[in-house]
């Protein structure tokens, strides 16, 4: 069995980064949304699920910042977004969970307060991207030992062209069991 990957996106917008207060067990937390990369899954893939399903947005662009591993043998991608104009609205999995003893809220919050907040996961590496990077993508400083986005148009396509390959399969197995 392989480790469980994991991602997290960092979606960012005029100085502020969405996160999930979280509230469970009397326990106050926050948390940056992302889950688990499914087994064939790829992680720009899952990420783009995972913050598309969870606040209702597009992801308009995005950037891996960096992976890191964890002491429980779990695989991190850490990336940053932007989600198209509008306000996020919880669903997927964590709406589904939602419950006045568990609760899930998306909130925009000033990236300067990052670092006060009970926040997991919070690399130092995450923490130095925040500290140098602030607003949007728009306006973000790229370097040039950092990655290019992902075009969400380029996902798209392979997952456009991933379908019609499935669909001509389909095609070319009906068509010899006819």
């Known amino acids: 069995m392989r480790a469980p ?5 960092l979606a960012l917008r005029d100085s502020k980064v969405l996160l999930i207060h979280r509230f469970r067990n009397e326990n106050e937390f926050w948390v940056i949304p992302g889950g688990a990369v499914e087994d064939d899954e790829d992680p720009d893939r899952a990420i783009r699920r995972f913050l598309q399903v969870g606040t209702g947005l597009r992801l308009v662009s995005c950037m891996r910042l960096f992976e890191e591993y964890d002491e429980h043998a779990f695989t991190w991608y850490y990336y940053a977004c932007e989600l198209e104009p509008g ?3 919880l669903g997927g999995p964590d ?3 939602h419950t006045p003893g568990n609760q899930y809220l998306l909130e925009w919050v000033d990236v300067r307060q990052i670092t ?3 926040l997991y996961p919070l690399p130092p590496r995450l923490v130095e991207f925040v500290r140098t990077n602030t607003g949007s993508m728009g306006g973000m400083a790229y370097s040039e030992n950092r990655p290019e986005p992902i075009a969400v148009n380029d996902l798209d396509l392979m997952t456009q062209n991933h379908l019609d390959a499935i669909n001509e399969k389909r095609v070319e197995t009906i068509t010899a069991a006819a």
């Open 116 to 118: 006060e907040l009970n």
């Open 87 to 89: 306000e996020p609205e």
């Open 5 to 9: 990957n994991r991602v997290t996106g």
């Open 95 to 97: 709406a589904e969970a």
